[in-house]
């Protein structure tokens, strides 16, 4: 397969762990604030082959600890990146996913394989209004499904959300804690205007540190432990 990027180091994406990281191409999603824009509208000019990726891998085992799996939306290309990720194992790396978990047949196929160590999902917004924060219309129930299969706990796995003021209200914070209660990490991630797949979402703003505070308390009602980036 072909990837949209390879990022030799990164110390924050692997929680605990040295990474490396991989971007995958093309989303099934259009999040006005999603800052890889170029990988979702499938613009990006610097390509990267498996076999570059895996021959920069071969040279980093023994190095790292981890690879990284982005995108984009990774689990849209299926079996090809099965078969990558079985080959990054094969190497010796953990491997971690982010994704929006709109593909749950994929996450159970990486789970049962043993093919994954850690699944990082973004929850957009509770699912009633998942389809706004998405841009695209949602099968939420692929949505409950990759929660539910995350909550029996059989990898690493965190779900996060990327807050803005006018796409999530405090209200929209404590449904989407109880939508998934009883997980083991929530993280709040305080959305920061770089770049941006719809310009207007820069000029966008998210809470004070004193207001995510106050979600971090109602959402440790629901969760084990909730996060604050
Ligand atoms: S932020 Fe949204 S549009 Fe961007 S990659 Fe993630 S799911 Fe796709």
Same mark, same amino acid.
Not at 69 to 80: A, D
Not at 115 to 135: C, E, F, N, R, S
Not at 196 to 209: A, G, M, S, V
């Given at each position: 397969?072909?990837?949209?990027?390879?990022?030799?180091?990164?110390?924050?994406?692997?929680?605990?762990?040295?990474?490396?990281?991989?971007?995958?191409?093309?989303?099934?999603?259009?999040?006005?604030?999603?800052?890889?824009?170029?990988?979702?509208?499938?613009?990006?000019?610097?390509?990267?082959?498996?076999?570059?990726?895996?021959?920069?891998?071969?040279?980093?085992?023994?190095?790292?600890?981890?690879?990284?799996?982005?995108?984009?939306?990774?689990?849209?290309?299926?079996?090809?990146?099965?078969?990558?990720?079985?080959?990054?194992?094969?190497?010796?790396?953990?491997?971690?996913?982010?994704?929006?978990?709109?593909?749950?047949?994929?996450?159970?196929?990486? @789970?049962?394989?043993?093919?994954? *160590?850690?699944? $990082?999902?973004?929850?957009?917004?509770?699912? =009633? /209004?998942? %389809?706004?924060?998405?841009?695209?219309?949602?099968?939420?129930?692929?949505?409950?499904?990759?929660?539910?299969?995350?909550?029996?706990?059989?990898?690493?796995?965190?779900?996060?959300?990327?807050?803005?003021? @006018?796409?999530?209200?405090?209200? *929209?914070?404590? $449904?989407?804690?109880?939508?998934?209660?009883? =997980? /083991?990490? %929530?993280?709040?991630?305080?959305?920061?205007?770089?770049?941006?797949?719809?310009?207007?979402?820069?000029?966008?703003?998210?809470?004070?540190?004193?207001?995510?505070?106050?979600?971090?308390?109602?959402?440790?009602?629901?969760?084990?432990?909730?996060?604050?980036?």
């Amino acid at each position: 397969m072909i990837f949209g990027g390879l990022n030799p180091l990164t110390l924050i994406d692997y929680p605990g762990k040295t990474s490396a990281m991989v971007y995958t191409i093309g989303c099934n999603f259009r999040c006005g604030y999603c800052h890889n824009p170029e990988l979702v509208d499938e613009t990006v000019e610097d390509t990267y082959s498996e076999e570059y990726v895996l021959s920069f891998l071969e040279k980093r085992v023994g190095l790292l600890d981890a690879v990284t799996i982005t995108g984009g939306e990774p689990t849209m290309h299926e079996e090809t990146l099965l078969s990558f990720m079985q080959k990054v194992k094969d190497l010796g790396f953990l491997v971690k996913l982010d994704s929006n978990g709109t593909n749950p047949n994929f996450l159970r196929k990486a @789970i049962d394989r043993q093919i994954v *160590d850690y699944i $990082a999902m973004d929850i957009k917004a509770p699912l =009633a /209004k998942y %389809y706004v924060t998405a841009g695209r219309p949602v099968d939420t129930d692929a949505i409950r499904q990759s929660v539910a299969l995350l909550k029996e706990d059989r990898v690493d796995y965190e779900f996060r959300t990327t807050v803005i003021k @006018i796409l999530t209200s405090p209200e *929209d914070i404590e $449904a989407i804690a109880k939508e998934i209660e009883g =997980a /083991k990490i %929530y993280n709040l991630q305080k959305f920061v205007p770089t770049k941006t797949l719809n310009p207007q979402f820069l000029r966008k703003t998210t809470y004070t540190d004193e207001e995510f505070l106050e979600f971090q308390k109602t959402c440790a009602r629901y969760v084990t432990f909730c996060g604050i980036r």
